[in-house]
C-alpha cells in the first residue's frame, strides 16, 4: 500500500524553515490538509462522519480565533495612536514650565536658587551626598545628617555652575535606607528619543514616562 504524506499532497511545505518543531498550522494550510485527506482517503475505509464533522468544527474555531487576534491588534493600535497623541499634547503644553522627573543628574546654574531633589524609604541618621562632575571625579560631599522619611530639598550654594550626577547614601537605625533621586529643570524643547517622547531641560534628555510633576 502507497502511504501518502497529506502535507505533501495539498502541497504544504514541510521544510523545518517554514514549519518548525511546535509551530501551528495558519487556516489556510488546515483547510489544504482536510481537502488533501478527503482526496486521498482509503475509498474502502472513508473518514467517518463525525471525524470529519469534528475537524470542520475545528477550522472554524482555528478561523474564529484569527479574527478574535486580528481585532485585538487593531485596538491595542488604536490605544496606543491615542496615548501617544494625549502624550505629545501634554508634553508641548510643557514647554516653558517646570519638571520634576526621576533622575540623578542635575544642572547648577549657580543663581542661589538651585536645590536638589530626594526621597528616603525610612528615616536616617546619616545622610551623605556626594557630586560627581562630567568626568567621573566627586568634586563636591554634603555631609547632612539625620533625615525624616519623605521628600527632602537642599539647598546647592556654593557648587560651581555645571552638570552633576548626584549619589544620595543614607543609613537608619536597620541599616541603609532606600534614596530616590530626582531631577528638575525648565522645559525648553519636545523631542522623540528612542523610547518615546523626552523634554529637553538644560540640553540634556528627561523621559516624559518619568516625569512625577509639571509648576509654572
Known sequence: MISLDPLAAAGINTEPSLLGTGEDLGKDEFLQLLVAQLRYQDPLNPMEAQEFASQLAEFSGL????????????????????????????????????????????????????????????????????????????????????????????????????????????????????????????VEGVRWGPDGLVFVIGGREVSFASVLEITS
Not at 520634576?100 to 536645590?115: P, S
Not at 536616617?124 to 571625579?137: H, K, P, Q, W
Request: glycine content about 12%; proline content about 1%.
Open 63 to 186: 478561523e474564529q480565533q484569527i479574527k478574535t487576534n486580528d481585532l485585538l491588534e487593531a485596538q491595542v493600535n488604536s490605544q496606543a495612536d491615542l496615548i501617544q497623541g494625549l502624550q505629545a499634547g501634554s508634553a508641548l503644553n510643557a514647554i516653558g514650565h517646570t519638571v520634576l522627573a526621576l533622575g540623578n543628574t542635575i544642572e547648577v546654574a549657580g543663581e542661589g536658587a538651585d536645590q536638589l531633589t530626594f526621597e528616603l524609604a525610612a528615616e536616617a541618621s546619616d545622610v551623605t551626598v556626594r557630586f560627581t562632575d562630567e568626568n567621573g571625579n566627586v568634586v563636591h560631599t554634603m555631609d547632612v545628617g539625620a533625615l525624616s522619611a519623605g521628600r527632602q530639598q537642599l539647598d546647592l550654594q556654593g557648587l560651581d555652575t555645571g552638570t552633576y550626577t548626584v549619589e544620595v547614601e543614607a543609613v537608619g537605625a536597620e541599616g541603609p535606607v532606600t534614596a530616590t533621586t530626582y531631577t528638575s529643570g525648565r
